[in-house]
Nanobody
Framework: VQLQAYGGGLVQAGGSLRLSCAAS????????MAWFRQTPGKEREFVAH????????FYAEFVKGRFRISIDNSKNTMYLQMNSVKPGDTAVYYC???????????WGKGTLVTVSS
């Protein structure tokens, strides 16, 4: 499985940005895909995950009501719609997919999101 995240960039506080994660290879239908983020000096943190059929989603508390995760299986692409962004959302965002161990085994290269105040 290969993942590629893109769509990062510079956005003003209060604005919106949509990240995409293109997947190739087989990801089981009962496995999840997720977004994580990381800032320098901090550990990578969970942002949101979604089941392959899109029926189950879960968000970290700090993005609830602002970010929306979705998936388009016809395009093998997962999205993260980021609304009402804050400077604290500045980070490198990574997409990930579960493997046979049901842990996040597959990771894409990150895409940088910078939120200016």
């Amino acid at each position: 499985v290969q993942l590629q995240a893109y769509g990062g960039g510079l956005v003003q506080a209060g604005g919106s940005l949509r990240l995409s994660c293109a997947a190739s290879g087989h990801i089981a239908s009962n496995h999840f895909m997720a977004w994580f983020r990381q800032t320098p000096g901090k550990e990578r943190e969970f942002v949101a995950h979604i089941s392959r059929n899109g029926g189950t989603v879960f968000y970290a508390e700090f993005v609830k009501g602002r970010f929306r995760i979705s998936i388009d299986n016809s395009k093998n692409t997962m999205y993260l719609q980021m609304n009402s962004v804050k400077p604290g959302d500045t980070a490198v965002y990574y997409c990930a997919a579960m493997g046979g161990s049901r842990s996040y085994e597959y990771w894409g290269k990150g895409t940088l999101v910078t939120v200016s105040s």
